[in-house]
């Protein structure tokens, strides 16, 4: 339950509450499944996630819980006979609803002390610790994670929530770099109102938490839209907010389709702000209908967007061979390519390429695909339109390069979405499969004559997310510092695994409005700024300081 466990904070020294308040921020440990305790409890909570799968979840709008007429299901990728969780279509009456609920919750909770809501974010924090196993097993049979990446995904979520608790509490301690002279300035980061978080299912966890509860620890309130193909992690989620003992209307769970319930909700004029994580098709319809002022709206609306990538790994002439070829087989085939962050293409210098791809192809037939349950290195992908879509990828590959490994599905009893890890090599680099997100396990191999093309060809796309380079060259690394246009740059690393706190994520270009999510500014985006000057006494001020002009 809320409890008032964190000093309140406006009456003292501003610059020593976050320290004072809570321990400094550290990442959430990463699990050891080799260890046969972790192992044996991973299994244990698959069977008990096992026996949970099929249950009926509601809307919940203002505490209430609320079916509706149609209903969706939500299946497990490597047994789409398998349901995972029965869901409710909102219409536009549980729009309406939603965001009424919303609304009303806001005039309140806006109001509540910081450290109110900054422990509604560490209780949650503690009991999404307690139950990582069981959450893990939610994400490996709602979207199709192995153990490792299950294990990511929760671990970043309470990264998110111990992280923006701090976040929050250093912003509401904020001060006004001048304090004139007969005046006392202040300077307070408000609450927008009621947004609309609209987050993927690929980290449909850690978004989905790290939208959600950045928005509420600032004092706003949400109509939260989940994925159609990850709606039970959140219905979950949720379940664990009110234990927490969040109020009634704070966070809204309004299942359903983006063209009609996420449609609805962005255009509706009391929805002040969208979070949005997705395509860029879609972040940009999104930005558009936001930016039409509806009748009876008083604010201009604000987008928050993280809309994928075409990110690409350069591997220069004198890379460290092994690092790069790990670091690439990780970043192009971890979680089957379906991260926004993941490396799709590779440029690889010419005085090296035909030795690496002869290496990367070994590295990369050396993955197992198979079932997520039993903990396979690659999975399904995660649903059959992605799968569908992917083969069409991998068919025009055919024409555009030369297969060098893949390029099939793989065929299951269970008729799970598999596809095996597929790289092309000889790709062009305006090549449709070097140029397009595929979102899937399917890598193209660019070669490169030197790191000026190298960088060109990185730089050749309309996105501008994630990138990584392989050199031993300090001249080379700082060309790429100041040359290689991504909003998250990794030098002798992979591309991905962001570390909240430690590589504020979010892109340029076509990935973007460059949200930095897990950074200092993050905060920031939910709220809006008051400067707020009180006159002191009129007699202590200088005649001199009174005498001059008035600025804006």
């Not at 509806?294 to 994928?308: A, C, D, W």
Request: glycine share 8%; aromatic share 8%; net charge negative.
């Amino acid at each position: 339950m809320l409890t008032n466990a964190i000093p309140t904070l406006h009456d003292a020294d501003p610059t020593q509450l976050p320290q004072q308040a809570l321990p400094p921020f550290r990442n959430e440990p990463f699990l050891n499944f080799k260890a046969s305790e972790t192992k044996a409890a991973m299994h244990e909570a698959l069977r008990y996630v096992g026996h949970e799968l099929g249950h009926v979840y509601p809307l919940i709008l203002g505490g209430e819980r609320v079916s509706a007429t149609g209903k969706f299901h939500s299946t497990n990728p490597a047994q789409p006979q398998q349901t995972v969780g029965v869901h409710q279509e909102a219409g536009l009456s549980h729009v309406e609803q939603a965001v009424a609920a919303a609304d009303k919750a806001f005039q309140f909770w806006s109001r509540v002390p910081v450290r109110t809501r900054v422990q509604l974010l560490l209780d949650v924090a503690d009991l999404l610790r307690e139950r990582k196993l069981e959450f893990c097993a939610w994400l490996t049979y709602e979207v199709g994670k192995n153990w490792q990446e299950s294990d990511a995904d929760v671990a970043e979520t309470i990264d998110f929530l111990e992280f923006y608790a701090r976040e929050a509490l250093r912003l509401d301690g904020t001060t006004t770099p001048i304090q004139l002279p007969g005046e006392h300035n202040t300077l307070r980061y408000l609450p927008l109102g009621v947004g609309a978080v609209i987050p993927p299912w690929n980290f449909p966890l850690a978004i989905m938490a790290g939208l959600t509860m950045a928005a509420v620890v600032t004092g706003n309130t949400v109509v939260l839209k989940p994925s159609v193909d990850a709606p039970t992690i959140a219905a979950r989620f949720y379940m664990l907010l009110e234990e927490a003992g969040m109020p009634e209307g704070v966070v809204n769970l309004c299942q359903g389709s983006g063209d009609l319930a996420g449609a609805a909700l962005v255009a509706h004029a009391k929805v002040r702000f969208i979070a949005f994580t997705g395509s860029k098709r879609v972040g940009l319809i999104v930005h558009e209908a936001a930016a039409k002022a509806q009748p009876g709206q008083p604010f201009i609306k604000r987008t928050i967007l993280e809309m994928g990538g075409k990110d690409a790994i350069i591997v220069d002439a004198d890379a460290d061979m092994d690092a790069a070829i790990e670091g690439v087989a990780a970043s192009a085939f971890g979680f089957n390519g379906q991260k926004c962050s993941a490396c799709s293409r590779v440029i690889v210098d010419d005085r090296l390429y035909d030795t690496f791809c002869d290496r990367l192809v070994e590295r990369v037939q050396s993955i197992q695909v198979g079932d997520p349950v039993q903990n396979a290195a690659a999975g399904p992908v995660i649903s059959k339109a992605a799968y569908e879509r992917v083969l069409a990828y991998i068919a025009l590959g055919r024409s555009e390069g030369r297969l060098l490994t893949g390029g099939e599905a793989v065929e299951s009893e269970a008729g799970g979405y598999y596809i095996q890890p597929t790289i092309f090599a000889d790709v062009a680099p305006d090549a449709r499969i070097a140029q397009e997100e595929i979102f899937g396990p399917v890598l193209a191999v660019i070669r490169s004559h030197g790191l000026e093309e190298s960088l060109r060809i990185a730089n050749s796309t309309e996105y501008g997310l994630t990138g990584a380079i392989y050199s031993n060259s300090e001249e080379h690394l700082q060309r790429a510092r100041e040359e290689f246009h991504v909003g998250n740059l990794y030098l002798n690393r992979k591309c991905t695994g962001a570390m909240v706190g430690a590589h504020p994520f979010g892109g340029f270009n076509m990935s973007g409005t460059d949200s930095k999510a897990g950074g200092a500014d993050y905060l920031l985006l939910f709220t809006q700024a008051k400067s707020i000057a009180e006159r002191l006494d009129v007699g202590s001020v200088e005649s001199s300081q009174m005498r001059k002009p008035e600025g804006l």
